[in-house]
């Protein structure tokens, strides 16, 4: 069994920062691709961001610029960084990664962490 465990989140005014980390514990061989995803009100939940086990990385356009995604293999953690945030940045932000335990892999997903930027 693998857990996701994200932290970080919390009510920031516009403009400010914040940083996201997500650790990944349990039976993990390898961590292949690590990512962002948040999901606001009524909305459907959408990619932040992404980062491969090479570390190769892909961004929503609404972000590009603003956030980084890095991960600490030795950790199994990923972050994000989240810069010169906006209202419509506000929403609950899922990590998720795909996890090779025994002979396969598989994609899990955390909780969530909410982020609120106030304008």
């Known amino acids: 069994q693998v857990q996701l465990v994200e932290s970080g989140g919390g009510l920031v005014q516009a403009g400010g920062s914040l940083r996201l980390s997500c650790a990944a514990s349990g039976s993990i061989i390898i961590i292949n691709a690590m990512g962002w995803y948040r999901q606001a009100p009524g909305k459907q939940r959408e990619l932040v961001a992404t980062i491969t086990s090479g570390g190769s990385t892909n961004y929503a356009d609404s972000v590009k610029g603003r956030f980084t995604i890095s991960r600490d293999s030795a950790k199994n953690t990923v972050y994000l960084q989240m810069n010169s945030l906006k209202p419509e940045d506000t929403a609950l932000y899922y990590c998720?990664?795909?996890?090779?335990?025994?002979?396969?892999?598989?994609?899990?997903w955390g909780q969530g962490t909410q982020v609120t930027v106030s304008s």
């Open positions: 998720n990664a795909d996890v090779k335990t025994k002979s396969w892999y598989t994609n899990y």
